[in-house]
């Protein structure tokens, strides 16, 4: 795990005129125009939330893999992506494999949970990882969130936890390439093993009965936060991360959440409102 993404000034300048002719041209989950919601200014490396020294870096690409052509050889957004790279065994924790969060600890502060309506992203999977920890070693998105939940009833539980969507696997013919949209709120309507499910950590995972040993749909997760004795489910940051299982280099990039499409290129972050 010693490669590192980067990219020099005269690359950055080059990328983005090249993600201003792109971005219009490429198929992808919506149609989208500069100007979206949740700002650009405030993603980066969650210091607190990483674990060993993994990375999440805003680069290039990528293009391919070698034998891939059309849509699927490039980012779906523009001409960059979020490059992710952990490790599975480098620490002297217990577990002993690495942790990363590349995510807006700004942004999204208060917003309520139970308004999330539509989340997902494209993810670029490789052989590799599959073999390295099976078809659902994938990154996930992470929500940080107050889950105010009814402090009579469950008193075991604080005021944080974090709310965690798992994909599900991908078909063979999405490997080496860029997949298209993953629909983390479709987990109702298609089986697990295509759409991931949904658990939260600590004690309120175990009061509401969305565990990662007995992951929820998104509907049951959002039914079992809306217990109306505690107060309105808060969000307090948002993340696209991995870790801590299995060793994954990868990308991520149209990050959806509503109606707004975050589009990582190697000199920042763009927010796309998609119609």
């Given at each position: 795990?010693?490669?590192?993404?980067?990219?020099s000034r005269?690359?950055?300048?080059?990328?983005?005129?090249?993600?201003?002719?792109?971005?219009?041209t490429?198929?992808?989950?919506?149609?989208?125009?500069?100007?979206?919601?949740?700002?650009?200014?405030?993603?980066?490396?969650?210091?607190?939330?990483t674990?060993?020294?993994?990375?999440?870096?805003?680069?290039?690409?990528?293009?391919?893999?070698?034998?891939?052509?059309?849509?699927?050889?490039?980012?779906?957004?523009?001409?960059?992506?979020?490059?992710?790279?952990?490790?599975?065994?480098?620490?002297?924790?217990?577990?002993?494999?690495?942790?990363?969060?590349?995510?807006?600890?700004?942004?999204?502060?208060?917003?309520?949970?139970?308004?999330?309506?539509?989340?997902?992203?494209?993810?670029?999977?490789?052989?590799?990882?599959?073999?390295?920890?099976?078809?659902?070693?994938?990154?996930?998105?992470?929500?940080?969130?107050?889950?105010?939940?009814?402090?009579?009833?469950?008193?075991?539980?604080?005021?944080?936890?974090?709310l965690?969507?798992?994909?599900g696997?991908?078909?063979?013919?999405?490997?080496?390439?860029?997949?298209?949209?993953?629909?983390?709120?479709?987990?109702?309507?298609?089986?697990?093993?295509?759409?991931?499910?949904?658990?939260?950590?600590?004690?309120?995972?175990?009061?509401?009965?969305?565990?990662?040993?007995?992951?929820?749909?998104?509907?049951?997760?959002?039914?079992?936060?809306?217990?109306?004795?505690g107060?309105?489910?808060?969000?307090?940051?948002?993340?696209?991360?991995?870790?801590?299982?299995?060793?994954?280099?990868?990308?991520?990039?149209?990050?959806?959440?509503?109606?707004?499409?975050?589009?990582?290129?190697?000199?920042?972050?763009?927010?796309?409102?998609?119609?």
């Amino acid at each position: 795990m010693n490669a590192r993404y980067g990219v020099s000034r005269g690359t950055a300048l080059v990328a983005t005129a090249l993600a201003a002719i792109v971005a219009s041209t490429l198929s992808a989950s919506a149609s989208v125009e500069t100007g979206g919601t949740g700002g650009a200014d405030h993603w980066g490396v969650i210091a607190r939330n990483t674990i060993g020294s993994p990375v999440a870096a805003l680069r290039n690409g990528p293009f391919g893999t070698y034998n891939v052509t059309g849509t699927a050889a490039r980012p779906p957004y523009g001409a960059g992506s979020l490059g992710i790279e952990v490790a599975d065994d480098s620490t002297s924790q217990a577990p002993s494999s690495e942790k990363i969060d590349f995510g807006n600890e700004v942004d999204f502060y208060n917003k309520p949970v139970l308004g999330l309506n539509k989340l997902g992203f494209h993810v670029f999977q490789t052989g590799e990882n599959v073999d390295y920890g099976g078809a659902t070693n994938l990154p996930n998105i992470r929500l940080e969130i107050d889950a105010n939940l009814n402090p009579n009833s469950v008193p075991t539980t604080d005021n944080y936890t974090t709310l965690v969507w798992v994909p599900g696997t991908l078909p063979p013919t999405a490997i080496n390439r860029w997949s298209g949209y993953i629909n983390a709120t479709d987990t109702d309507t298609h089986p697990p093993a295509a759409s991931g499910h949904w658990y939260l950590t600590g004690s309120e995972g175990t009061v509401t009965g969305c565990t990662a040993s007995a992951p929820c749909s998104f509907s049951a997760v959002k039914a079992a936060l809306n217990d109306n004795g505690g107060g309105a489910p808060k969000i307090l940051t948002v993340a696209v991360g991995k870790g801590r299982d299995h060793l994954w280099a990868g990308a991520v990039d149209g990050l959806r959440i509503n109606d707004t499409i975050y589009d990582f290129e190697a000199n920042g972050v763009r927010a796309l409102r998609a119609h």
